[in-house]
């Protein structure tokens, strides 16, 4: 059983857009939820992240918003840029990190 | 600080061989982790441990052990490697049970023919 499902699997955008992935949780044990970016040939990197007692957290161009009553988060990155083109990971964790499918996301010059 | 360094980077074995994957952090983390990438199904959590001495089961156990007799080493050995195997591994740790900041390892890309 997946414990964290993300979509879209794949996502297109205009460079100067809004990308949208989102992820849905369903042990609600989870108490940290952080968003992995990952370049090709590379290990993934921390991008942010956000604790269940709030609904919004903003570092530059990227924002994690978080509904625990609905046990979904999604990460909106705005005046996306070519430089963003990579595979981003939701996660979930209580005593270990489980993590989503992955979205690759392609920004068009 | 070399961070967590894993090897090594690509390996092709054939089916029934064994091998061990290596992986090394530097960072006294207490919280190392193993995970496969495979195509669509994104990073699944092998073995993980809170501490030397300790290890549990992830997602996808089977095939594969893990020890941990250090905190800074957690190696993972495949025992009679499969096809189903092929893949590339991650190594993870971060501080403690409760760490947040899982940093990963470059990957080791593992064929099994």
């Known amino acids: 059983q997946q414990q964290v499902k993300q979509s879209p699997q794949s996502l297109i955008v205009q460079k100067g857009g809004i990308s949208i992935i989102n992820c849905a949780y369903e042990?609600?044990?989870?108490?940290?939820f952080p968003w992995y970016q990952q370049f090709p040939g590379k290990g993934p990197a921390l991008l942010i992240a956000i604790r269940p007692d709030v609904s919004e957290k903003k570092e530059g161009r990227f924002t994690i918003s978080f509904n625990k009553s609905a046990k979904q988060f999604s990460l909106h990155i705005m005046d996306s840029q070519p430089g963003d083109s990579a595979t981003y990971f939701c996660?979930?964790?209580?005593?270990?990190?489980?993590f989503g499918k992955g979205t690759r996301l392609h920004i068009l010059p | 600080n070399a961070g967590v360094t894993q090897t090594p980077k690509f390996q092709v074995l054939k089916t029934g061989q064994s091998m061990t994957l290596q992986c090394a952090q530097d960072?006294?983390?207490?919280?190392m982790s193993w995970y496969r990438q495979d195509p669509g199904m994104g990073l699944r959590l092998i073995h993980y441990?809170?501490?030397?001495?300790?290890?549990d089961q992830g997602e996808v156990p089977n095939g594969y052990n893990v020890s941990r007799s250090t905190t800074e080493d957690f190696p993972l050995r495949l025992l009679s490697a499969a096809p189903s195997q092929t893949s590339v591994y991650f190594c993870a740790s971060s501080y403690g049970r409760l760490g947040n900041t899982i940093y990963f390892g470059e990957g080791s890309w593992l064929t099994v023919v």
């Open positions: 441990s809170v501490g030397a001495g300790i290890t």
């Open positions: 960072m006294n983390h207490e919280y």
């Open positions: 996660a979930a964790k209580d005593d270990k990190i489980i």
């Open positions: 042990n609600t044990a989870f108490d940290y």
